[in-house]
Structures are given as C-alpha cells and as structure tokens.
C-alpha cells in the first residue's frame, strides 16, 4: 500500500468515525451538549483537514525540488516517479575483492555489446582539470583508480534512497565549462547579496524620510501628493525600461553595480506600508520631544524608527526579495558574466543544462534556501508588521 493510499485511508477512518458519532447523537434524538459539541468537532476536523491538503499541495513543488536536486539523471526522469532522494546504483562483481563494489560508467554504451569504462563509487571526487583552453573544476576519477571494461547491461543496477550533495557541487561549478563566460554561482550569489542589501537600505531611508513626511508633518497639499505618489503604482514597469535604459546609457552607468542599486531606491509600496504604520505612534511623543528640544530628523530615527522596527523588517524583507529576484532589468542592463545576478545567471544555467533537471533542481534549490531561512529568522517581526500597519 502507498504512502497516498494510507493517508486517505486515515482520513477516511477518522472523517467516518466522526460523521458516525453525529449521526449516532442525531438519532437518539439527543439535542443538547454533547450533540453540539459533535457538530461542532465534525466542522473543526472538515476545516483543518482543508486546510491541511491545501498546505500539502502548496507544499509539493517546493518538496518535489528538493528530492530530485538529490536524484541522478536518471531517477529523475523515471516514471512513476520516486518521491524519495535517491539514485540508480550499479554494481560491478569484483573477482580480486570478493564483493560487489558499487562503480560509476564514465561513457554510454551506443549499440548493443559495447563495453563501457567504469570506475569505482569513491574514486570520484572534484578536482581542476585543464581542458586545453581553460581550467575548471569538474568531477572526475581519481587517475590511480582501477578502471573496469564493462557491459552495462549486465551490471546489477538498483534505485537506492541515498542524499548525495553531488548535484549540488555539478551546479555550482558548471558555469565555469560555460561558453558564456567562466563565472560560477559564487560570484552570482556575491552579486545579488550586495546590490540587494545596498538597495534595500537606501530604499528603507528614503522610503522612512517621505513615509514621515506624509504621517506627521503638515504642509500645503500634502493629501494631493500623497495621492499622486500611490497613482504611480498604476504605470506599469514595463513602461519605464527603455527611458530608464537610455538615461544609464547617458549616465555611463550599464553594466555596473549602479545600474542594479541606483534605480531601486524608491519605492511607493514602502512609502505606503511606513505611512499606515507611523500614524499609528501617538502624536504625545512628538510633543514631548518639542519640549525636550528635538527636531523633526531626530525625532525620526531616534524615537520613531525603534517603535516602528516590525515595519522596517517587513518592507525589508519585501524589497530583498523583490531585488533577489529581479530578472528582467538585471538581463537588460548587463552584459558581462561577472555582473549577472543569481536569477541571471540561473536563467543561462536553464539554457545550458539543457535536460539534467537534477541540476536545475539544485540551481533552484541554492537560490531559494537563503531567502527561506531569512524569512524564518524575521518572520515573528513580518507577521507583526502586517497586523499593525494601518491600526489605531
């Protein structure tokens, strides 16, 4: 019986052991307590069991990546699929050793009879190797290894459950055999982490200094600017690429870190989210501060921005993300392999891997994780956030 036939069979049992009880209550004609409190856990199992299937199914993709980054080509192309990370194993009966060691086929048989070379599991490890133009890491046998002419067709071969980093390390350094230049993930993920930090403080300060104009300062027109800034949200972005694209152009600023930074550092979300949120701190601690003699820009960062940190982490982690996963103008205002950002230089991992999806699972997976964890990290600040922003 499959892992999806026993959980249906669960809650088959616990759905009609429920349903079973109300009836049973409905038809002694029992109208008080206890038969409401039947109905009521029936409604209550109904609702968390939804709730529950919609998780698993919004979950599914994400655990679908992880387990086939561990799988080899060939698992991960198998049908049915195989829901656990695992790996074809091939055996080869070694007469000298006794025993069957598990060996790697360094080649493909082409036609039926040709013997393959293949060499044992553990000589296999990441070394440089000169191809002749250049230098890359790439996995190879160890040369002192013992080499096996074999019929794969005759090698004992098994699917086994094992997590095997392997695909991880292919990933990582595949881009350096790249015609497109030799830059491997690190430099993508350098990239991304430092444009979208620098982005990010200089929006959360520029957003903090209008978010306060607009909350507690009174000035002449202030709901009509207000409301011209959130009718900016209605131009599409896609308008606004070609004469940002010229004006980098002019500026001298294409294919540099400036081109990444410089065009991100407003933003009217975040004006938004900060001024619904900075209404909420009482007007009495401005008062205060007058009789203590602070200004406007103290007041700001001093007493304002502590009160107002569930905010700054939320809009933070919007704007991180937003930048950690920007496509379309990091494509266009770069050129150069060493200025690809982590989404570029995954979408010309996706062009060049071609159909190793085990690879492109493990490319996806690095690029997701350290978001993910950020997010379980800020995400008790996150939730307040949300919750408090427009409250009074």
């Known amino acids: 019986m499959s892992g999806i036939q026993i959980v249906g069979l669960l809650f088959l049992l616990i759905n009609g052991g429920l349903f079973f009880g109300w009836l049973v209550q409905r038809m002694s004609g029992d109208r008080g307590g206890a038969s409401l409190r039947m109905t009521r856990l029936l409604g209550m199992a109904l609702v968390y069991e939804a709730l ?25 192309l198998t049908f049915p699929p195989v ?29 039926e ?23 890359v890491t790439r996995e190879t046998p160890d040369e002192n290894a013992p080499r096996y002419q ?11 459950m094992r997590i095997d980093g392997r695909n991880f390390m292919k990933a990582w350094y595949a881009p350096e055999a790249a015609t497109r230049g030799s830059v491997n993930f690190g430099r993508y993920f350098w990239v991304s982490f430092f444009t979208g930090i620098l982005s990010t403080a200089g929006t959360l300060l520029t957003s903090a200094l209008a978010a306060f104009a607009f909350a507690k300062m009174s000035f002449p027109g202030k709901g009509l600017f207000f409301y011209i800034v959130l009718l900016t949200m209605m131009v599409p972005g896609q308008v606004l690429l070609i004469p940002n694209f010229l004006t980098l152009g002019t500026l001298g600023w294409l294919d540099t870190y400036l081109a990444l930074i410089v065009p991100f550092l407003a933003s009217v979300f975040t004006i938004f989210l900060m001024r619904q949120f900075f209404m909420t701190i009482p007007d009495d601690l401005w008062d205060a501060a007058q009789i203590d003699g602070t200004g406007r ?48 230089g995954l979408q010309t991992f996706n062009e060049e891997a071609g159909s190793e999806f085990e690879l492109l699972m493990a490319a996806s997976t690095m690029a997701v994780l350290p978001v993910v964890i950020l997010f379980f990290l800020l995400q008790r600040f996150f939730i307040q956030g949300i919750a408090r922003t427009g409250l009074k």
């Open 83 to 111: 829901w656990t990370p695992s790996r074809n194993q091939y055996l080869y009966e070694d007469s000298e050793a006794g025993r069957d060691i598990s060996v790697r086929l360094l080649g493909i048989q082409r036609s």
């Open 113 to 135: 009879g040709e013997l393959v070379t293949a060499v044992p599991e553990s000589a296999m490890d990441f070394r440089r190797v000169d191809t002749g133009e250049f230098s």
């Open 297 to 344: 820009f103290r007041f700001l960062w001093q007493i304002v921005a502590p009160l107002s940190k569930p905010v700054f982490i939320t809009a933070g982690i919007f704007l991180f993300l937003g930048n950690w996963n920007a496509l379309l103008w990091p494509l266009i205002v770069t050129s150069s392999p060493e200025m690809r950002t982590l989404m570029v």
């Open 52 to 76: 529950l299937i919609g998780a698993v199914f919004m979950f599914l993709p994400f655990y679908w990546m992880i387990v086939t980054s561990f799988k080899d080509s060939e698992t991960a």
């Open 150 to 160: 074999v019929d794969p067709t005759q090698l004992s071969q098994d699917i086994v």
